[in-house]
Structure formats: C-alpha cells, structure tokens
C-alpha cells in the first residue's frame, strides 16, 4: 500500500513539484459513507489536492480545503495536518439521482465557492474564500493559485474507488522563467493519464515524464488517516449548546447522539452525562419549564 507525497525540484530551472499518492488511507475514507460514484471521485480528487497543498504549511496546524455548493452537493471537505495526517468528508442531498459521470459544475449548483482555510495549533486562522471557476477539482485549484498567489501552476488529480493521486508543477516566486521552457515541462506533464497518477509511483512517473531533464527527488513522506474527533470536543459542542436545547433531546429520547461526520464514531450521552456535564439536572429543568 502506497500513502506518500513526494517532492521534486528542477536544478536546471524554477520548477517545483509534489506528487502524492494514497490507497488504503483513501480506502479508509472512502468506506465511511455510501458515497455516489461521481461524488467520491470528487472528494478524492480534492483529497489528493489538500495532501499536496499542506506540503507548504510552514508551521503547526491544520489546512482546511472545502468546495461548498447550493445542488445535489453541498460541501467536500479536507483537512491535512502538519504532522502528515488527513482526513476528509462530503455532504449532499441523498434523495437526489447523480449520474456517475456528473461532472463537479453539475454537482454543485450556482453560487459554488472554494474556501481554503489555514488553522494553527497556536494563533489565529487565515481564510480565503474565491468563486469556484472550472468543471474539476484540478481547473478550480489552478484557477484560485493564478488569483490568489499569482503563480503559475498546473495540477493533475485523479481518484477512483482504490486509489487517488495529484501531480502538481509550479513556477518558483521571484525567479525567471522563460514561458517557453515553463510551457514546455507543462506539455509533458499534460500527456499523463489517470491511470498513470493512479498506478505509477513517483519515481516511475517523473521518469516517464521528466527522463531527458530529470528533477531531483527528495525522500518521500508519508500520509496517514487520523481524526481529530474526541469525547471531549463533543461535550464542547453540547455546552455551546445550552442545557437548554440538549435537556429538550435527552427528555424526549432518553439520551443524544452525535456521530463523526469523518470517521462515523458515534458519542452517546445519557441523562448522568449531561447532567454531570452541565453540573445541573438539565432535564428536570426543561420538563418545569417546558417551552410555550
């Protein structure tokens, strides 16, 4: 099983790249939820892509890729970790037909935004939120590194039901470039196929591509599956709340639960929880004092 990114420079030229590939992380994932055939590629896709853009978090803490629609889907969601971990969901509307060749323009409606959000361990979070432009994952990320970073780039993402994978190339800052030999490395990158992202390690890749001029590979890192999910986060969440709003719950059900979108772990509190949660008998409270 293959879970790496791996990254490459160009001595001869300001090129960088990263290549990453996952299988059974992905698998992982993937199980979680019965996700239709168009909407797993989707979130695989944006998978390969949070994977490669955590690579450039220079400090402790977590990237955060969504893509939020108003059709059939609602939200994809990646967070990558500084210490090499991932994690990722999707949400839609499961009444809804989705053929399993819609296309991402198709899925998520007017008014789609991509929001990319960097949460450090210690300080305050940075966000930017930009249209989504483009019928892929890949066209939406080049589109938002052109409007937002200013740097040329081109990424190649592709997922199926076992395996994902992303290439991405980028024009160094604040060096030159000749657009000639920047188009040329892009054409030869733009001849790889799914299958070839999907199958071939990256040594076995960047050759087949890169063999005349080849980039210097750097020790592959590897990924991991990990949810950040716990108890005690959920009791957080129930607090914020308000006894209140979870006493109604636990009085008419005898208890609540809340499940894991990323993992599907399922935390249950009883009447004892909450109320020792709350330090008072919330139930008790809420059936004196019963909504009008």
Same mark, same amino acid.
């Given at each position: 099983?293959?879970?790496?990114?791996?990254?490459?420079?160009?001595?001869?030229?300001?090129?960088?790249?990263?290549?990453?590939?996952?299988?059974?992380?992905?698998?992982?994932?993937?199980?979680?939820? !019965?996700?239709?055939?168009?909407?797993?590629?989707? =979130? #695989?896709?944006?998978?390969?892509?949070?994977?490669?853009?955590?690579?450039?978090?220079?400090?402790? #803490?977590?990237?955060?890729?969504?893509?939020?629609?108003?059709?059939?889907?609602?939200?994809?969601?990646?967070?990558?970790?500084?210490?090499?971990?991932?994690?990722?969901?999707?949400?839609?509307?499961?009444?809804?037909?989705?053929?399993?060749?819609?296309?991402?323009?198709?899925?998520?409606?007017?008014?789609?935004?991509?929001?990319?959000?960097?949460? !450090?361990?210690?300080?305050?979070?940075?966000?930017?939120?930009?249209?989504?432009?483009?019928?892929?994952?890949?066209?939406?990320?080049?589109?938002?590194?052109?409007?937002?970073?200013?740097?040329?780039?081109?990424?190649? =993402?592709?997922?199926?039901?076992?395996?994902?994978?992303?290439? =991405?190339?980028?024009?160094?800052?604040?060096?030159?470039?000749?657009?000639?030999?920047? @188009?040329?490395?892009?054409?030869?990158?733009?001849?790889?196929?799914?299958? @070839?992202?999907?199958?071939?390690?990256?040594?076995?890749?960047?050759?087949?591509?890169? &063999?005349?001029?080849?980039?210097?590979?750097?020790?592959?890192?590897?990924?991991?599956?990990?949810?950040?999910?716990?108890? #005690?986060?959920? *009791?957080?969440?129930?607090?914020?709340? #308000?006894?209140?709003?979870?006493?109604?719950?636990?009085?008419?059900?005898? *208890?609540?639960?809340?499940?894991?979108?990323?993992?599907?772990?399922?935390?249950?509190?009883?009447?004892?929880?909450?109320?020792?949660?709350?330090?008072?008998?919330?139930?008790?409270?809420?059936?004196? &004092?019963?909504? &009008?």
């Amino acid at each position: 099983m293959t879970n790496q990114r791996t990254r490459f420079i160009f001595d001869n030229q300001p090129i960088r790249g990263i290549h990453v590939q996952l299988t059974d992380v992905w698998q992982h994932i993937a199980q979680q939820k !019965p996700y239709p055939k168009a909407i797993r590629r989707a =979130l #695989g896709e944006l998978l390969a892509a949070g994977a490669i853009l955590s690579s450039n978090l220079k400090l402790d #803490g977590t990237l955060i890729v969504q893509v939020q629609g108003q059709g059939s889907l609602k939200m994809l969601v990646v967070e990558a970790t500084s210490e090499d971990t991932v994690r990722a969901t999707a949400r839609w509307d499961e009444t809804a037909a989705i053929a399993d060749d819609a296309d991402l323009t198709q899925l998520l409606g007017d008014n789609s935004v991509f929001v990319l959000t960097v949460q !450090p361990k210690n300080g305050e979070p940075w966000q930017g939120v930009v249209p989504l432009e483009g019928g892929s994952i890949a066209d939406m990320l080049m589109h938002y590194m052109t409007r937002s970073e200013q740097l040329q780039t081109h990424i190649a =993402l592709a997922a199926d039901d076992n395996h994902i994978g992303g290439l =991405l190339l980028q024009r160094l800052p604040e060096e030159e470039l000749d657009d000639a030999a920047w @188009e040329h490395v892009t054409a030869l990158a733009s001849t790889l196929t799914a299958t @070839e992202l999907l199958h071939l390690d990256a040594q076995n890749l960047l050759y087949r591509l890169f &063999h005349e001029t080849p980039p210097r590979v750097f020790p592959a890192e590897n990924l991991e599956f990990a949810c950040t999910c716990s108890r #005690g986060k959920v *009791s957080d969440m129930l607090l914020m709340l #308000g006894g209140e709003e979870v006493g109604k719950v636990v009085a008419e059900e005898g *208890s609540i639960t809340v499940d894991c979108d990323f993992c599907n772990q399922h935390y249950t509190f009883d009447e004892t929880d909450i109320n020792a949660l709350f330090g008072m008998d919330v139930v008790a409270a809420v059936q004196r &004092h019963p909504a &009008h």
